[in-house]
């Protein structure tokens, strides 16, 4: 079956601009989480939505990053005036339930690849 | 939040088995010990999940001592398509926020 998806995969863009990051999670999968990766370092968490909403938010660096699920399925990662330190791999996670985030197994897209320049 | 701490890197060969051991010295009664394997340019895959005891899949077992202070990982007979990073993590089923990657064990595996 389909797994997940993150479109694009790669992204280029220069400091100070606005990109958004696409998830498609497993057709099913209520719980939806975005993580940041930056090279060397494991995934880093940053917001986990159940359903619609943003159950926990607290991986957020700052307010120039937001996330939506307006329908509860697919996800967009929102950044604004992106800043160098901001490259990194931004992957998406899709689990069943998300009834126990950290002990639900997850399903992992590719990532997409962001460089700013 | 319960840290957890691998080796950075092993090295192994076709055919051995590997055992990588993570310390979390700080796990909470509600926390689980979760595995995954990340190969580059990929998204981590699950591996294996534990409480206490031991456990075992089609791919791994994992160990966990009475303590829960440790556990260890156990690839039997490995193989070239074993050679990734593997994480250990520790997290209570309530919170995403708990869960945390640390940087993992590179796996190598030579002929």
């Known amino acids: 079956g389909a797994g997940v998806s993150q479109t694009p995969s790669n992204k280029v863009t220069e400091k100070g601009k606005y990109v958004e990051l696409r998830c498609d999670p497993i057709s099913g999968h209520t719980a939806l989480y975005w993580y940041r990766q930056s090279l060397g370092q494991g995934p880093e968490f940053l917001i986990y939505?159940?359903?619609?909403?943003?159950?926990?938010d607290s991986g957020l660096p700052n307010d120039r990053f937001f996330a939506v699920r307006p329908e509860g399925s697919v996800s967009t990662l929102k950044i604004q005036r992106t800043e160098r330190g901001d490259s990194a791999v931004y992957l998406c996670?899709?689990?069943?339930?998300?009834?126990?985030?950290?002990?639900?197994?997850?399903?992992f897209g590719p990532g997409t690849r962001l460089t700013v320049l | 939040l319960a840290k957890t701490t691998q080796p950075i890197s092993m090295d192994s060969y076709e055919g051995q088995e590997v055992n990588i051991t993570c310390s979390h010295n700080?796990?909470?009664?509600?926390?689980?010990i979760t595995w995954y394997q990340q190969f580059p340019s990929q998204g981590p895959r699950f591996i294996i999940q534990?409480?206490?005891t031991k456990v075992t899949n089609e791919v791994a077992s994992l160990f966990i001592p009475a303590d829960r202070k440790s556990s260890t990982l156990s690839l039997p007979r490995v193989s070239l398509s074993d050679t990734a990073v593997y994480y250990c993590l520790v997290g209570d089923g309530s919170s995403a926020s708990k869960i945390i990657f640390g940087s993992g064990t590179r796996l190598s595996i030579r002929p």
């Open positions: 534990g409480y206490k």
């Open positions: 996670a899709s689990s069943l339930s998300g009834g126990s985030p950290a002990g639900d197994e997850q399903f």
């Open positions: 939505f159940q359903g619609t909403g943003a159950a926990d």
């Open positions: 700080n796990i909470a009664t509600n926390d689980y």
